[in-house]
C-alpha cells in the first residue's frame, strides 16, 4: 500500500531532478531546494500538527550556523552535516517541551515562537568580537561566519559539492525528506497528529498525550528546518544573522500559505514559486520586492486561504469528474470515505 | 543622589516608549480580538506624516500630535473595510494578513520615500541636573504616555462610546440587538487603534533615524507588551510595560542595550509561559 503510493513521488521526483536543470541555471535550483526543505519542515508541523509556529527561521538559522561553527571546528563537512539536524531538533524538542506541557497555543505560542527568533537575531547581530566565540569559530556579529568547509562527496572528501553536484544532493534530499513525512503521516503516529490538529480534546480524551506528540512533531520540524538550514549554508557558503530575520520567518509562512497547508506538496510548490518569482522581482528595481511578497500574502488570505495545490487539486478532481460538485466539502468527504480512499484532508 | 533620579527617569521613559507604541495595539487587540501585525508600520507612517508635514511648514506639535494620527486614521479606515472586516474572529488570518499589510507597506514606503533614514531635532532643548544632563523630550514622551493612558481609561470606563465599544467586545450580539451595529463598532475601535498607533508614531518621529524599515523595531515590543498584558485594554498594557520596562532599562545600564533587549525578550518569554492568558487574565480581571 505505501509502496503503491511512494512510487510515483519517487518516479516524478527522479523525472524533475533531470529535467530542472536544463531549463534553470542550477545555482538557482539550489537554494530554491532548500527554501522548499524550509518550508515542508513548517508545512509539517503547521498543516499537519497543527502548530503554528512564527519562528520557524530560528531553527533555519540554528541549522546553517551549526554546520558552519562545527565544520570550522572539526575542519570535516559529514560530521556538521548530521550536527545542522540535530542541534535544532534538540533545541526545539527542550524549547517545545517547555511551552507544550505549559499548555500555550495558537497567539501565545506564536509570540513565544516569534520572540525567540528575535532573540536569536539580536543576539547574533551583537556577537561581533573575540569574546564570542565557538571553539575556533567567531560569531562575527552582523558580518556572520564565511569561509567554513563545505559539503564534500562522500566516497571522495577531496571533491567539493557545488553548483549540480550540490543541487542533484539536496533535491535527492527533498524527495527523501518528503517521502519519509508521507510515509510518517501513514503510519499511527501521523493519524493521531491529524487527529489531534483537528480536535485536540478529543484526541486527549481517548488517551494520547498531546503535549509529547506536539513536542515530537516540533522537534522534527526544527531538525527539517535545520537541514535546510546546511543546505542554505553549504550554497552561500557564509551565514549571517539575516537568517533568523522577521523578514524570512514571514516568507516561511507565505510559502506555506500560499502553497496550501495542509499538504506537504504545497509548501514545497509555494517556496519554489515564490522563491523564484522573489528572484525574477530582484532582477528589476521599477517595483519594491518585500510589497508585492505582502500584496500576495494578503490575497492569498483573503481569496485562496486554502492555498494554491488544494485549489488545484479540487479543481482537477472536478473536471475530471471525479466528484459530483466542487463545493460542498461535506459532501467530498463522506463520498471519499465510501470509496475507502480517504487520505484524511490531503496527504498529497 | 542625582544620578539615582536620572535612573528613574531613564526608566519611567523606557516604561513609557512602552505604553505608547503599544496603546494602539492594545486596543485593536482587546476590543476586537485582532493582532494587527502592521502596527509598527503604522508607527512609522504616522512618523512620516510628522516629519513631512514638519518639513512642508507646519509647527512641529500640531504635525506630531494633529497630522500624524488623522493619516493614519485614514490608513486605517482603509484597511479596515477593504482586508480587516472580512476576517474577523479568524485570529491567525488576521496575523498573517496584517503581516503580508505590514510587508507591503514596507515596500511601499521605500518606493515612496527611499531607502534612506530621515529625521526632525527634537523640539525641547536637555537640561542640566545636578552633574547630569537630561533630555527634556524624555520628560515630554512620559507626559504624553501618562495622557493616552489616562485618556484611554477616562474614555472606555465614563463615556458611552466606551461602553458600546466595552459591550461589542463582551458580547457583540447584545450589541447589535440594542442596536449598535458591530461592523460599525469595529471600524471606529480599529480607527481609534490607528489613530494612537499614528499618534505615537509622531511623538516618537524625534526620537529615531526613520526609515522604511523602523517598524519592525518597534512591532515585536509592542506585541510583546500587549499579548503579555492581557485581555484589559489599560492596566495591561501598563502593568506589561512596567515589567518589561524596568527590566530591559535596567539590564542596559547594567550592559549595554542589545542586552536590554535580549533580557526583556527573555522574560517575556518566562512570563507568558508562567501566565499563558497575560497578566491580567490572571490579575485584576475585568478591568479595563
Redesign the interface.
Known amino acids: 500500500m505505501i509502496a503503491r503510493e511512494i512510487l510515483p513521488s519517487i518516479i516524478i521526483g527522479l523525472i524533475l531532478m533531470f529535467i530542472l536543470p536544463m531549463m534553470l541555471d542550477s545555482y538557482t535550483l539550489t537554494v530554491l531546494t532548500a527554501y522548499a526543505m524550509l518550508a515542508l519542515s513548517l508545512g509539517f508541523i503547521w498543516g499537519f500538527a497543527g502548530i503554528l509556529c512564527f519562528g520557524q527561521a530560528a531553527f533555519f538559522g540554528l541549522g546553517a550556523y551549526s554546520y558552519a561553527i562545527a565544520a570550522i571546528n572539526f575542519g570535516t563537512p559529514w560530521g556538521p552535516f548530521f550536527i545542522a539536524i540535530l542541534v535544532p531538533a534538540l533545541f526545539a524538542a527542550a524549547f517545545g517541551a517547555v511551552l507544550f506541557y505549559g499548555r500555550l497555543s495558537d497567539v501565545y505560542l506564536a509570540v513565544v515562537t516569534l520572540v525567540m527568533t528575535l532573540i536569536l537575531f539580536k543576539f547574533m547581530n551583537s556577537s561581533a568580537g573575540e569574546a564570542y566565540k565557538i571553539g575556533n569559530a567567531r560569531l562575527g556579529g552582523y558580518n556572520g561566519i564565511p569561509g567554513f568547509e563545505t559539503l564534500t562527496l562522500p566516497w571522495d572528501s577531496t571533491e567539493y559539492m557545488y553548483d549540480e553536484t550540490l543541487f542533484y544532493f539536496a533535491f535527492g534530499l527533498l524527495v527523501l525528506v518528503y517521502i519519509l513525512l508521507r510515509v510518517c503521516l501513514r503510519r499511527p503516529f501521523g493519524r493521531i497528529l491529524v487527529g489531534m490538529r483537528e480536535n485536540e480534546q478529543r484526541a486527549e480524551l481517548m488517551g494520547y498525550d498531546i503535549r509529547l506528540l506536539k513536542t515530537i512533531a516540533f522537534s522534527m520540524g526544527a531538525g527539517i528546518a535545520g537541514l535546510a538550514g546546511c543546505l542554505f549554508a553549504n550554497w552561500a557558503e557564509i551565514v549571517t544573522p539575516a537568517l533568523f530575520s522577521l523578514g524570512q520567518s514571514a516568507e516561511i509562512i507565505i510559502w506555506v500559505i500560499v502553497g496550501g497547508a495542509g499538504t506537504l506538496m504545497g509548501p514545497i510548490i509555494g517556496a519554489a514559486v515564490l522563491g523564484f518569482t522573489k528572484f525574477l522581482l530582484g532582477q528589476q528595481s521599477m517595483i519594491d520586492n518585500t510589497l508585492v511578497l505582502g500584496v500576495i500574502l494578503i490575497l492569498a488570505v483573503l481569496l485562496l486561504p486554502r492555498g494554491i495545490f488544494p485549489s488545484l487539486v479540487q479543481l482537477w478532481n472536478w473536471l475530471t469528474g471525479k466528484l459530483p460538485s466542487a463545493s460542498g466539502d461535506r459532501r467530498r468527504r463522506t463520498n471519499k470515505r465510501r470509496n475507502g480512499s480517504d487520505n484524511g484532508s490531503g496527504n498529497a | 543622589m542625582d544620578y539615582a533620579a536620572v535612573v528613574a527617569v531613564e526608566i519611567c521613559y523606557a516604561v513609557a516608549v512602552l505604553v505608547l507604541i503599544s496603546a494602539g495595539l492594545a486596543v485593536i487587540f482587546g476590543m476586537m480580538r485582532v493582532?494587527n501585525l502592521a502596527h509598527g508600520e503604522f508607527l512609522t507612517l504616522g512618523g512620516y506624516a510628522a516629519i513631512m508635514s514638519h518639513q512642508a511648514g507646519v509647527n512641529i506639535y500640531l504635525s506630531m500630535l494633529l497630522v500624524a494620527p488623522i493619516v493614519v486614521a485614514i490608513f486605517g479606515i482603509l484597511v479596515e473595510r477593504l482586508?480587516i472586516r472580512?476576517?474577523y474572529g479568524r485570529?491567525?488570518?488576521t496575523?498573517?494578513?496584517t503581516?503580508?499589510?505590514?510587508?507591503?507597506?514596507?515596500?511601499?514606503m521605500?518606493?515612496i520615500f527611499g531607502n534612506t533614514t530621515t529625521g526632525i531635532a527634537t523640539p525641547i532643548a536637555g537640561f542640566a541636573y545636578g552633574r547630569y544632563q537630561l533630555s527634556g523630550y524624555n520628560l515630554f514622551v512620559i507626559a504624553m504616555a501618562c495622557a493616552i493612558s489616562i485618556g484611554l481609561y477616562l474614555v472606555l470606563k465614563f463615556t458611552r462610546a466606551g461602553l458600546i465599544a466595552r459591550g461589542a467586545m463582551q458580547n457583540t450580539e447584545m450589541t447589535s440587538a440594542f442596536g449598535y451595529s458591530p461592523s460599525r463598532v469595529y471600524l471606529v475601535t480599529f480607527t481609534a487603534g490607528a489613530a494612537l498607533a499614528g499618534l505615537a508614531g509622531g511623538v516618537m518621529a524625534p526620537l529615531v533615524g526613520l526609515n522604511p524599515a523602523s517598524g519592525?523595531n518597534y512591532?515585536?515590543k509592542a506585541?510583546?507588551t500587549v499579548?503579555a498584558g492581557g485581555a484589559s485594554v489599560v492596566s495591561g498594557a501598563l502593568a506589561s510595560a512596567g515589567i518589561f520596562g524596568v527590566i530591559s532599562q535596567s539590564v542596559t545600564l547594567l550592559s549595554?542595550p542589545?542586552?536590554g533587549?535580549?533580557a526583556l525578550?527573555?522574560v517575556?518569554?518566562i512570563l507568558?509561559?508562567?501566565l499563558?492568558?497575560g497578566i491580567t487574565g490572571k490579575f485584576f480581571k475585568g478591568g479595563v
Do not use: H, K
Open positions: 493582532i482586508i472580512w476576517l485570529l491567525i488570518n496575523m498573517l494578513a503581516w503580508g499589510l505590514s510587508l507591503a507597506m514596507m515596500g511601499g521605500s518606493m519592525a512591532i515585536a506585541f510583546i499579548i549595554t542589545a542586552v533587549e535580549i525578550l527573555v517575556a518569554i507568558l509561559r508562567l499563558p492568558t
